[in-house]
Structures are given as C-alpha cells and as structure tokens.
C-alpha cells in the first residue's frame, strides 16, 4: 500500500527565508509526483509536476526535486513571502493505479511578515 | 475558459439523511474525480467518472456513489450520512483519465459538509 508522508506538518518563517518541504512514498513504482498548493478552505493549485524520469522541476521562486530511488522529494521555496502562506501537499500516481492521486497530509506554512 | 464549479458551497446535514454535490467540469475536460477531504488530512480518492462509468474507486463504501452526464458534469450522492463524512468534497477535472500523462487536474474549491 502507497503512503505518502510530508514532514514537517507546520512550518514558521519569516519573511524572505528560504525553505524546504519534505515529502517520502513507500512504493517507488509511481508515474509522477506533484506538489499543490492550499488556501484556507479553498481547492488545491498545481504548482510542479515530476515525471519519474525526470529528477527536477523549477517554476519561478519554487524548485522540486525527485529521488524515486529512495522515495523522496522536496518543495524548495526561495525568499519566502507572506502570500506564500498556505497549505502544500504532495501527491504520487501509482503505475497500478494511474486513475487517482494518492496525497500526504500536508505541510501548513506560515510567512511572517 | 470556465474552471470547475462546485454547489453548494456549504451544506448542513443531519446523521441518517442523504445528500446530493454537484460539479461542473472544465470546458473540454471529459473526466471527473472526486475526493474527500477531513479537516488537517490530505485528499482521499472516492471515484472517477471518465465517458460517464465509473473508471476506478477508492476505499469506500456503496451508499457513496456518483453519476457522470452527457455534458460531463458529475454528481456525488452521499446516503445514510454518518458523522465522520463531515468534510471538504473536492470535485477536479481533466482531459482523460490517466494521471501519468501530462494532463493535469483541476480543482474546484469544493463542498464543505458538515454532518450533525
């Protein structure tokens, strides 16, 4: 059974630190991975997508990584901003089962100003 | 380009009764999935609709189930409602079923239920 695990589950910073989001699956046999984004009761914002064959993905001030190998991965955000405050979740497609996303819990992220 | 839409927003109701949470796809998306969402957890897949059959379902049970219509707008339909199905139900489109392809999900900012 595929678990995604994202740690830590909150995260505080202030403004203008850069930061690392970390996510780990257990089955490595996956198609992709993404990472979205999460506004307070609101629906989820693709940010990056991963193919496995791919070993990073950069968009603007946000860099993700991928290690199948290993079963790891990691948000980079640089010079973080309040209105990057949010929730990030990551979330694998399994090659058994490419019909659905299998997501982590989540990492909260504050930006202080 | 119209995104995906969700109604109601918020709904209030009562352990035992049924309720029915409607989408509506994103122009020239001919998928739907939809997926539960608990307070501080990660989304959960319910099921998938693709050409309107179910195309893959997650872990649970029958008195939840869905309908996908010509035009490719989806319902969800909750019976018998318990307490723990108080969520935020996320419906998200796309073109085709398969998630290892390039096409990517679209979310609707979902159907916050609460179940009393």
């Known amino acids: 059974k595929q678990e995604v695990t994202q740690i830590p589950a909150a995260l505080s910073v202030p403004e203008g630190e850069n930061l690392v989001l970390n996510c780990s699956f257990t089955d490595s046999a996956i198609y992709n991975l993404q990472w979205f984004r999460q506004d307070p009761g609101k629906g989820l914002t693709s940010l990056l997508l991963i193919q496995s064959s791919q070993r990073e993905q950069t968009s603007g001030r946000l860099n993700a990584s991928l290690d199948k190998s290993s079963g790891r991965s990691t948000l980079y955000i640089a010079a973080s901003q309040p209105g990057d405050s949010a929730t990030y979740l990551c979330?694998?497609?399994?090659?058994?089962?490419?019909?659905?996303?299998?997501f982590g819990s989540g990492t909260r992220l504050l930006v202080r100003p | 380009e119209t995104g995906v839409t969700q109604s109601p927003t918020h709904l209030i109701k009562t352990r035992g009764q049924q309720v029915t949470l409607r989408c509506s796809s994103q122009s020239g998306h001919n998928t739907v999935s939809w997926y539960q969402q608990a307070l501080g957890q990660g989304p959960q897949f319910i099921f998938q609709y693709y050409r309107e059959e179910e195309n893959g379902r997650g872990n649970f049970p029958p008195r939840f189930s869905g309908l996908q219509f010509p035009n490719y707008s989806s319902e969800l339909n909750v019976n018998a409602l318990e307490l723990d199905d108080s969520a935020l139900y996320l419906c998200?489109?796309?073109?085709?079923?398969?998630?290892?392809?390039?096409?990517?999900?679209?979310f609707g900012n979902g159907t916050r239920l609460t179940v009393t």
């Open positions: 979330a694998v497609t399994r090659m058994d089962s490419s019909y659905k996303l299998i």
């Open positions: 998200a489109s796309s073109l085709g079923p398969n998630r290892g392809s390039d096409s990517p999900l679209h």
